[in-house]
């Protein structure tokens, strides 16, 4: 069995190499959903994203005449994997779109909706920034609990209610939102429906939630009487559960290749450090609980790798990931984690020291791994929401509630 890349991912990585290289200065740290934050970061995160889409990068997997080129998913998760690898901002801000309203879209929206909001997306323009309003005060894990309502009046319908943790709803143009559209009995489930609302419309509110870092990423957003067509309906009226299943899917997958880009990044610069850094006069790396420990996260790393590589090439013949973008999005969360506790006891000290210092250890990268590991871990699903669809469908297990 071959598990090499081919000649064309290959040529890919080197490209992706060069591209950073020349556009993405040394002290640049991209990391998950951090561009969002500060009105600089955004704004060259936004020049990138331009820049990633002439080269038809941001999009690569769709169809042409959407903007893409008609990659393969494998070729995209390289893409992915090598752009994180290499610090390239503007993939987390283009994620919600690229990651999983875009092949939404093309799984259950229609033509009119695909050709008005794909191409802004994959030509990296700040009209196809999405976020995402699933989340409610009182419905995070158990979704299928959420109460902003829509109610239809003749050709529109009326939205009323509350997200919460919504990332990006601050820089978005379009929201990705779920509604309750069927309130009279029946499963929950049945009765939730998706759909598109402009961020511009009237009676939308949006209110910073900082993050204990301080950095703004997500918002409480609040729907009072908004008007929303009807064509903005995406698939069908009360089947929303059922399509959102496969969304989320497609966004723990999209995060699979940022978090093994960042994994690989903050793993290569440990094993540098601890080459390199001497402790009473010998190398830390010849200490063997620091030897195995980054071996052990190099286990991991590979393994990440390996699944996230399946997912694709299931992708690419087809099918669509259940349990594989659940267990990815798990190993990867632990393994993030792990390379934060890692760098922590490697670096002591310096790893609390942020970026822009010259103290801070490896450019500030385990700081700030360290203090976004618990949200990355949260968001698209919690770890034990991840265990039980692996319960579910792939050990075929029954429900746990
Ligand atoms: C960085 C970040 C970005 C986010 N961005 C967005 C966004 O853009 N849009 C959006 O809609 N949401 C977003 N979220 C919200 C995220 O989706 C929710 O926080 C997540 O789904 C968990 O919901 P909750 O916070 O309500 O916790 P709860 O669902 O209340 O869970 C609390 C605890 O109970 C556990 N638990 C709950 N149910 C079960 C069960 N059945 N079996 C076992 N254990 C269970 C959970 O694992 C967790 O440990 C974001 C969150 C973070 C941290």
Same mark, same amino acid.
């Given at each position: 069995?071959?598990? +090499?890349? +081919?000649?064309?991912?290959?040529?890919?990585?080197?490209?992706?190499?060069?591209?950073?290289?020349?556009?993405?200065?040394?002290?640049?740290?991209?990391?998950?959903?951090?561009?969002?934050?500060?009105?600089?970061? @955004?704004?060259?995160?936004?020049?990138?994203?331009? #820049?990633?889409?002439?080269?038809? @990068?941001?999009?690569?997997?769709?169809?042409?005449?959407?903007?893409?080129?008609?990659?393969?998913?494998?070729?995209?998760?390289?893409?992915?994997?090598?752009?994180?690898?290499?610090?390239?901002?503007?993939?987390?801000?283009? $994620?919600? /779109?690229?990651?999983? $309203?875009?092949?939404?879209?093309?799984?259950?929206?229609?033509?009119?909706?695909?050709?008005?909001?794909?191409?802004?997306?994959?030509?990296?323009?700040?009209?196809?920034?999405?976020?995402?309003?699933?989340?409610?005060?009182?419905?995070?894990?158990? *979704?299928?609990?959420?109460? =902003?309502?829509? $109610?239809?009046?003749?050709?529109?319908?009326?939205?009323?209610?509350?997200?919460? @943790?919504?990332?990006?709803?601050?820089?978005?143009? @379009?929201?990705?939102?779920?509604?309750?559209? +069927?309130?009279?009995?029946?499963?929950?489930?049945?009765?939730?429906?998706?759909?598109?609302?402009?961020?511009?419309?009237?009676?939308?509110?949006?209110?910073?939630? &900082?993050?204990?870092?301080?950095?703004?990423?997500?918002?409480? !957003?609040? *729907? %009072?009487? $908004?008007?929303?067509?009807?064509?903005?309906? !995406? /698939?069908?009226?009360?089947? +929303?559960?059922?399509?959102?299943?496969?969304?989320?899917?497609?966004?723990?997958?999209?995060?699979?290749?940022?978090?093994?880009?960042?994994?690989?990044?903050?793993?290569?610069?440990?094993? =540098? *450090?601890?080459?390199?850094?001497?402790?009473?006069?010998?190398?830390?790396?010849? %200490?063997?609980? !620091?030897?195995?420990?980054?071996?052990?996260?190099?286990?991991?790393?590979?393994?990440? #790798?390996?699944?996230?590589?399946?997912?694709?090439?299931?992708?690419?013949?087809?099918?669509?990931? =259940?349990?594989?973008?659940?267990?990815?999005?798990?190993?990867?969360?632990?393994?993030?984690?792990?390379?934060?506790?890692?760098?922590?006891?490697?670096?002591?000290?310096?790893?609390?020291?942020?970026?822009?210092?010259?103290?801070?250890?490896?450019?500030?990268?385990?700081?700030?791994?360290?203090?976004?590991?618990?949200?990355?871990?949260?968001?698209? /699903? =919690? %770890?034990?929401?991840?265990?039980?669809?692996?319960?579910?469908?792939? &050990? /075929?297990?029954?429900?746990?509630?």
């Amino acid at each position: 069995m071959d598990f +090499g890349l +081919g000649q064309r991912e290959e040529a890919l990585k080197l490209e992706v190499r060069e591209f950073a290289e020349r556009e993405i200065p040394e002290t640049f740290i991209a990391n998950f959903l951090d561009e969002e934050s500060r009105d600089e970061d @955004w704004a060259f995160s936004l020049s990138i994203s331009r #820049k990633l889409a002439e080269r038809g @990068w941001l999009a690569m997997g769709w169809p042409q005449q959407y903007g893409g080129r008609d990659a393969s998913h494998l070729e995209q998760m390289v893409f992915a994997m090598e752009a994180a690898y290499r610090g390239i901002p503007g993939l987390s801000m283009g $994620v919600s /779109g690229t990651g999983w $309203v875009g092949p939404s879209l093309m799984l259950y929206g229609n033509e009119e909706q695909r050709c008005k909001y794909l191409p802004p997306i994959s030509s990296g323009s700040p009209d196809g920034v999405w976020c995402t309003g699933y989340s409610e005060p009182n419905s995070g894990s158990d *979704f299928a609990s959420i109460r =902003t309502s829509a $109610v239809r009046q003749g050709d529109e319908y009326i939205v009323n209610g509350q997200k919460v @943790w919504t990332s990006c709803a601050h820089r978005a143009r @379009w929201c990705w939102l779920a509604v309750k559209t +069927g309130l009279n009995g029946g499963k929950p489930q049945d009765g939730i429906s998706l759909m598109i609302v402009d961020m511009k419309s009237r009676g939308i509110s949006v209110n910073p939630l &900082l993050n204990y870092s301080g950095e703004h990423i997500f918002n409480e !957003v609040f *729907f %009072d009487n $908004v008007h929303v067509p009807m064509v903005n309906l !995406v /698939g069908e009226e009360n089947r +929303g559960w059922y399509q959102l299943m496969k969304s989320l899917a497609y966004e723990r997958h999209s995060f699979c290749g940022l978090s093994y880009g960042a994994a690989r990044r903050i793993l290569d610069g440990l094993v =540098t *450090f601890a080459a390199e850094t001497r402790r009473s006069g010998v190398p830390i790396a010849r %200490d063997p609980v !620091v030897r195995h420990r980054l071996a052990n996260l190099a286990v991991e790393l590979e393994t990440l #790798k390996m699944f996230a590589y399946e997912t694709a090439c299931k992708l690419g013949e087809g099918a669509l990931p =259940t349990y594989e973008a659940s267990r990815n999005k798990s190993v990867a969360d632990h393994l993030l984690e792990e390379l934060a506790l890692a760098g922590a006891d490697i670096l002591g000290a310096c790893s609390q020291v942020e970026r822009h210092s010259k103290l801070a250890g490896l450019n500030g990268l385990i700081q700030r791994q360290y203090l976004m590991s618990p949200g990355t871990a949260i968001a698209a /699903g =919690t %770890d034990e929401i991840e265990k039980n669809i692996i319960g579910k469908f792939k &050990l /075929g297990l029954p429900r746990s509630y």
